[in-house]
């Protein structure tokens, strides 16, 4: 009884196998995937040109030019775009191209530049709008003030939204705000711009910071504001806050990873979380125990994307266990785009997108209809030969092929929904190639299993040993392929990663299909009349093979099974 249980039971096998593929039609209705997503060649998308621009007008090194071309690949990669296409033309382009409809904002994000700094804030005041032309009446007294200008209100302490970012960044609650005392008859309302202590401020960086309105469209480059390392400067937020800043006290690079998530204190709104690498933590930890007992808004630690303040947090405690929190008005598209740009560092070189452009599918229908014929041309005659040659057993390799091709096309549509995996044409090769690589597996079983025949064995004792002797060869075959695959979609780039990607796809697949059906439906065959006792049309016809006694079904021994 307990060699009984050594015996296969194929017919659990090919239950889980049916189960398995019922789960996963299950997921691509669940997700409405019902099509697959097509890459450039076959669907269109966008083309940003990016053109480099030096200080002194010369053409970028090459080693710059390299380093940035691999940082947007990598930032288009960490996006979860397939088949885009990053290229340099010339001595100072990058053209990106994205497949897609979401290939503009793709195209958009990567050629920035994403230097983020973190500098302490020295001053913040509210952009006061542009002042009304003023309407003389009766006789202007010398000296005298002309008509009221519109003044917005000082704020000598943080916004409340910085009071939030506060909170967030280190897990207390906001304090309460101060009220504003209102300006009385004899004393005039302060100029918002000056308000505050302006010691130790470069006089040029607060007359910049006076004349700055955040307003204003453009207003970086209206007033020329640059994200010098080593210097002061004045800037503004998304809010309209304007800001004089200190020298910078820790720079992006000293990010060791950045990544999107729900904030935990809140649960609803998307963040940024950065972690510090060891010179980080230990500067971010400085800057963080300085500001922390001053008056605002110097207690306040501004985070700065390529010149622009992204939020600017007020310090309620030192921050020295290595990570921070970019928080704002985030959507989870645009905190996952801010970490992505954050993670893989900031460009050596400042981009000007030349040219935004639509692009249409280089390739079109026809060639897409020409790599489904080929396809299906290749399948058909897979299909004849296994019949011809094989007979009945050759529906084995039809069912396997059909299985195995749902299950592809499962994969396909799963993948693209989930990591936007586009089908390219070069893809398409890539499975068409695959084809032959599955009917090497059965054809491999097949023979083995005559071969076993042939030697007097009896079906389904021959099932069992020329699976044996078969899956170690099926098994190298296909690590060399899946090897062969994982060479060319590491070292090769633009439709060749397609190719390779696809082919390490359906190799696996094969795998799968040829473990959990093939040889678990030859089993069940072997235990029928029709081809236990050699049927002629069977495939295992005694006399067709050789045999010169009849095959007989007898039952598997203990022996044979293990």
Same mark, same amino acid.
């Given at each position: ?122 001053? &913040? ?5 542009? +002042? *009304? %032309? =003023? /309407? #003389? $009446? ?7 003030? !002309? @008509? ?18 506060? &909170? ?5 609650? +906001? *304090? %309460? =705000? /101060? #009220? $504003? ?7 005039? !309302? @302060? ?372």
């Amino acid at each position: 009884m307990a060699g009984q249980s050594n015996v296969p039971k194929p017919g659990r096998t090919l239950v889980g196998f049916l189960l398995l593929l019922v789960v996963l039609a299950g997921a691509i209705v669940l997700q409405k995937a019902f099509t697959p997503k097509l890459a450039l060649d076959l669907s269109g998308g966008t083309t940003v040109t990016l053109t480099a621009r030096t200080d002194n007008g010369k053409p970028p090194s090459d080693e710059a030019m390299g380093q940035a071309l691999d940082i947007i690949r990598e930032r288009v990669n960490g996006a979860g775009v397939s088949e885009a296409e990053v290229s340099q033309q010339g001595d100072n382009v990058i053209v990106v191209a994205v497949p897609g409809t979401e290939g503009r904002r793709v195209a958009q994000q990567v050629g920035e530049t994403a230097q983020l700094r973190f500098r302490q804030v020295l001053l &913040a005041g509210q952009s006061s709008p542009p +002042a *009304p %032309t =003023p /309407t #003389p $009446t009766g006789t202007a007294t010398p000296g005298a003030s !002309p @008509a009221a200008t519109p003044t917005a209100t000082p704020t000598a302490s943080p916004t409340a939204q910085n009071r939030a970012l506060g &909170a967030a960044l280190t897990g207390k609650a +906001a *304090p %309460t =705000p /101060t #009220p $504003t005392p209102t300006p009385t008859a004899s004393q005039p !309302p @302060a100029d918002p711009s000056t308000m505050g202590d302006t010691s130790g401020v470069d006089p040029a960086v607060l007359a910049q910071f006076q004349r700055l309105n955040c307003a204003e469209r453009n207003w970086q480059e209206k007033y020329k504001v640059t994200d010098t390392p080593n210097k002061q400067i004045a800037t503004c937020d998304d809010q309209g806050v304007k800001y004089v800043l200190d020298k910078t006290s820790v720079e992006g690079k000293e990010i060791s990873n950045a990544q999107a998530g729900l904030d935990s204190a809140t649960g609803a709104q998307w963040v940024v979380n950065l972690d510090f690498n060891g010179t980080g933590t230990r500067q971010f930890g400085d800057v963080t125990t300085r500001v922390v007992n001053l008056q605002p808004p110097r207690n306040q630690v501004a985070i700065v994307l390529d010149g622009r303040v992204v939020s600017a947090p007020q310090i309620n405690e030192p921050i020295t266990g290595g990570t921070a929190q970019i928080t704002g008005d985030f959507t989870e598209q645009e905190a996952k785009d801010l970490a992505n740009v954050l993670k893989y560092g900031a460009l050596p070189l400042e981009f000007e997108k030349s040219s935004i452009e639509e692009v249409s599918a280089t390739l079109g229908s026809d060639q897409l209809r020409g790599g489904i014929l080929a396809m299906i041309i290749g399948m058909v005659l897979v299909v004849l030969y296994c019949l011809l040659y094989y007979r009945a057993l050759g529906l084995v390799a039809v069912f396997s092929l059909v299985v195995s091709a749902a299950l592809a096309y499962e994969a396909v549509l799963l993948l693209g929904h989930n990591i936007n995996f586009r089908l390219s044409l070069a893809g398409i090769a890539g499975l068409v190639v695959a084809i032959g690589i599955t009917a090497d597996s059965f054809i491999v079983y097949f023979e083995r299993l005559r071969d076993e025949v042939r030697d007097g064995k009896s079906l389904r004792s021959a099932v069992e040993r020329g699976w044996k002797r078969a899956r170690r060869t099926i098994i190298v075959a296909d690590v060399v392929s899946l090897l062969a695959a994982g060479v060319l979609y590491f070292l090769a780039i633009g439709g060749v990663k397609g190719f390779a990607f696809t082919l390490g796809l359906i190799t696996l697949i094969d795998v799968v299909v040829v473990f959990l059906f093939t040889k678990p439906l030859v089993s069940l065959l072997a235990r029928t009349t029709f081809f236990g006792q050699g049927h002629p049309l069977s495939g295992l016809d005694p006399k067709r093979l050789g045999v010169k006694s009849p095959i007989r079904g007898s039952r598997l021994t203990p022996k044979e099974a293990s």
